[in-house]
């Protein structure tokens, strides 16, 4: 691949090299799809130089993950493959390992947790996978996955932590430079770091003056403090609706890449995973996780850091989200944006009152999606009432608009 800028050696000091990542390329042509490239009006404006995204949604299963699970179960010995694969994972993973060993024509097992959401479960069956369902979280599965290997013979499928696996993810890099030859910056998603690690390496093996961005969800950010102590370090505990990247110690392989390749690691709130989300699927009609929408949370909630460093490509790695997820999501994101508001007031328990307040909400634009009106509660006295009102909006600025409406006329917003 040619580049405008020559190319510098593979980090010596790590397994992988960047003729790795590009036989791993190779080896995934017909497999993996070469993922298009879209641009991004919005969120170019917001930081004053053009924004892309690289769709890994669209990949098949949904992911990037069937890269790095095929060139890991193609590496195989026919040993190796006739004593199958065994994985654990919610959804990604299992669906990419599913997915690999039928083409390889590898049996495989994958263990997922008991709440893993139905479609999930359903795809990684339809893609040839015998689920077994064990654990209430993804560490119990994975546990059951490797007790499960040391009792049948069967191959663990790490998630992440394994050099093929890593060369696999790192053709996205290569892709990146293809599309966008003129890229400055790389921003992308970080659970255990396998995506990163790979994407980093390729980038800055050919390109070391693009800049490579890891972001991490607020609730699971393992990385930050992993870098300040120079080892993996692993959290007391993770929280985040990005699933994809709720991990709580970083790979031991990865880890070392991303210390030397990635240049800063940025932590998203879960309001911005939810408005990220969100932008993506009413500005770029595109369906993504919020793990997969993590580096779009970065660019909005960050954009000062962008500014000066575009072309900016931004990794949605995934698009497998529940749709009762999504319902979630979407609604969290709404009222993150100012799309939704949440009152709690008092009335007057008599008659017409509730129709003089909702004649104030008429009269400055606010939408009723749901009332709840309450008169028998200990809390309240003896004439009043309480009503609890979500109430549909156009932003910040209306729904400021309507409480100060509101308190003008007399209202006590609790």
């Given at each position: 691949m040619?580049?405008?800028?020559?190319?510098?050696?593979?980090?010596?000091?790590?397994?992988?090299?960047?003729?790795?990542?590009?036989?791993?390329?190779?080896?995934?042509?017909?497999?993996a799809r070469?993922?298009?490239?879209?641009?991004?009006r919005f969120l170019s404006s917001l930081i004053g130089a053009p924004v892309h995204f690289k769709c890994e949604n669209l990949q098949r299963t949904g992911s990037f993950k069937v890269r790095g699970a095929y060139?890991?179960?193609?590496?195989?010995?026919?040993?190796e493959r006739a004593a199958g694969v065994v994985a654990a994972s919610a959804g990604n993973h299992a669906q990419g390992v599913a997915l690999a060993a039928s083409l390889l024509g590898v049996r495989s097992t994958v263990f997922m947790p008991v709440g893993a959401p139905l479609p999930k479960i359903a795809a990684t069956r339809d893609y040839g996978a015998e689920v077994r369902l064990h654990g209430n979280v993804v560490d119990e599965s994975l546990r059951a996955a490797q007790a499960y290997a040391e009792e049948t013979g069967a191959v663990f499928i790490h998630p992440f932590d394994h050099p093929d696996i890593i060369a696999g993810q790192g053709t996205v890099g290569l892709e990146i430079l293809e599309q966008c030859p003129e890229v400055r910056t790389v921003v992308v998603g970080i659970g255990g770091g396998g995506l990163a690690a790979g994407v980093a390496l390729a980038v800055k093996a050919l390109r070391p003056d693009v800049r490579v961005v890891g972001v991490q969800a607020a609730g699971a950010a393992a990385y930050p403090p992993s870098l300040a102590a120079g080892r993996p370090v692993q959290l007391d505990g993770v929280a985040t609706m990005a699933d994809g990247i709720m991990v709580g110690r970083p790979g031991d392989v990865p880890f070392a890449i991303i210390r030397d390749a990635v240049d800063e690691v940025l932590t998203v709130s879960e309001d911005n995973l939810s408005r990220a989300l969100l932008l993506c699927l009413e500005r770029a009609k595109l369906v993504v996780e919020p793990a997969g929408a993590s580096p779009v949370a970065a660019l909005l909630s960050r954009p000062e850091a962008f500014a000066g460093h575009g072309p900016v490509v931004a990794v949605l790695s995934g698009g497998n989200v529940d749709p009762l997820l999504m319902q979630r999501i979407l609604r969290h994101?709404?009222?993150?944006?100012?799309?939704?508001?949440?009152?709690?007031?008092?009335?007057?328990?008599?008659?017409?009152?509730?129709?003089?307040?909702?004649?104030?909400?008429s009269q400055n634009d606010a939408n009723v999606i749901d009332i709840a009106h309450v008169r028998t509660d200990?809390?309240?006295?003896?004439?009043?009432?309480?009503?609890?009102?979500?109430?549909?909006?156009?932003?910040?600025?209306?729904?400021?608009?309507?409480?100060?409406?509101?308190r003008a006329s007399g209202y006590v917003i609790l």
């Open positions: 040619e580049s405008p800028v020559a190319a510098v050696p593979s980090f010596p000091s790590h397994p992988i090299t960047l003729d790795d990542i590009r036989g791993a390329h190779k080896m995934l042509s017909g497999v070469v993922t298009p490239m879209e641009g991004s060139v890991r179960i193609a590496a195989l010995s026919p040993e994101g709404m009222a993150a944006a100012g799309r939704y508001l949440s009152l709690r007031l008092r009335l007057t328990d008599r008659p017409g009152a509730l129709a003089a307040l909702l004649d104030v909400l200990p809390r309240l006295g003896l004439t009043e009432a309480e009503v609890e009102l979500q109430l549909e909006t156009k932003g910040p600025e209306h729904c400021e608009a309507v409480a100060s409406a509101l």
